[in-house]
């Protein structure tokens, strides 16, 4: 059965390896990035994939909270439903490590904003299927999943 996925940070890395496979499953794709050449050089590659499913692009930078906004906005606008969020885009080095409002750009992209659009697209999303990825153990690469038992509340990770 076909599902309508959205993958943050989908133009690199895991997020697009993670998009390939979904896209080769016949899947409906929510493609997302920040820097809109990238973003339409990676759907043009990953629309040339055989039996590719619809591929949609939504460009936003996370280190922004207007942007996650936006992105929450524009998905909602175009979809009644979606069936799974992947909050995959992050950061760790970088030159400019403090956004434009004072915040330690890491904690804006890889915290603030999963919680801000998971929260943002609840509604969208299946009453007892919601799922979070965390990075556990940093440096360990130790992933873990976490369920969340109703549309309320976003649960802090444990063991
Ligand atoms: N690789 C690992 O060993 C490892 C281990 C554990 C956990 N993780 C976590 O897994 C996730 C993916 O890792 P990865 O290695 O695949 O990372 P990556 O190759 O650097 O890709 C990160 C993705 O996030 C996007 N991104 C970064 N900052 C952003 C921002 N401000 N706004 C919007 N998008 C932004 C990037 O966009 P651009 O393409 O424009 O840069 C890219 O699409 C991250 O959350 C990372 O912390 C990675």
Known sequence: MQKTILITGSTDGIGLETAKILLS?????????RNQAKLDNVEKQLSAL??????ECYIADLSRKSEVESLAQAVATKHATVDVLINNAGIFHTPEPITSNGLDIRFA????APYLLTKRL???????YSVGVYYWKQGEGSLFLECYPDRSSVVTPSR
Not at 50 to 55: D, M, R, S, V
Not at 109 to 112: A, G, Q, R, S
């Open 50 to 55: 055989p039996g590719a499913g619809q591929i």
């Open 122 to 128: 609840l509604p969208l999303l299946p009453p007892l």
């Open 25 to 33: 499953q016949g899947h409906r794709v929510l493609l997302h990035g």
């Open 109 to 112: 992209v890889n915290t603030l």
